[in-house]
């Protein structure tokens, strides 16, 4: 069975600071990768996508960046926090291939900048 | 660009009843495909159904079915015989095919099941 795994659980972080949140997934070869970012009681924004190792597509800008360096690993990061980017981080997957539209997201990162 | 409405922004229901959740989207393709999420208060978004847009037929997964209208570009969530459990924040979302996995999704709507 599949799972995926994202870290930290929760961060609280200064403005200016960096930031690195990853997502692991286990069980699925090559799967599409997204990262959304909603805001508290906001609805869910897709930031990113990837359909293979070093490839990334940009979806919204909010001075995030992603890569994806593995298989099975996706990684948000910035330099510089704003206060602008608390909110909760979700990653998801889908499979490829066939009939597969829906995405299974993971438990998320709630990020909270001061 | 694509664009989806909930406009209901909270329902309360007793359990043991029937809830109906609105849910209208814009697209310009000619094939796509929607979907309803829940979000329970931990912060889990769960997959619930989907339908294709070129499907007839209304998806129906245990007790959540749906109500696709077509020519309204309306896709309603039906919930029968409500627990407690279904209390959670219900997202709409859709996906077409210009954009490869693009998801947008609407601004949800609260469900409260009371006993």
């Known amino acids: 069975a599949q799972t995926i795994h994202q870290w930290p659980v929760a961060e609280i972080k200064a403005v200016g600071s960096p930031l690195s949140l990853g997502c692991t997934i286990k069980g699925k070869s090559s799967p599409n990768l997204y990262w959304y970012w909603q805001a508290t009681g906001g609805t869910l924004q897709q930031l990113f996508y990837?359909?293979?190792?070093?490839?990334v597509e940009s979806v919204v800008q909010l001075n995030l960046s992603a890569s994806r360096p593995k298989d099975d690993q996706f990684i948000l990061s910035t330099e510089k926090l704003l206060l602008s980017h608390s909110g909760f981080y979700l990653c998801?997957?889908?499979?490829?291939?066939?009939?597969?539209?829906?995405?299974?997201f993971g438990p998320g990162t709630r990020l909270t900048v001061l | 660009a694509q664009k989806v409405t909930q406009t209901q922004t909270s329902i309360s229901v007793v359990e043991k009843t029937t809830v109906t959740m609105d849910c209208v989207y814009e697209t310009r393709d000619s094939s796509y495909f929607l979907f309803w999420y829940k979000q329970t208060a931990s912060g889990e978004i769960v997959f619930l159904i989907r339908q294709d847009s070129y499907k007839k037929e209304n998806a129906t997964v245990g007790h959540y079915s749906l109500n696709f209208q077509k020519p309204k570009s309306s896709i309603g969530l039906i919930i029968t015989a409500t627990q407690i459990e279904d209390s959670a924040v219900y997202f709409c979302a859709m996906r077409g095919t210009q954009v490869v996995g693009q998801l947008t999704f609407g601004r949800g709507t609260r469900l409260q099941v009371y006993a």
């Open positions: 998801a997957w889908r499979m490829t291939g066939g009939n597969y539209a829906e995405q299974f």
């Open positions: 990837s359909i293979t190792v070093g490839q």
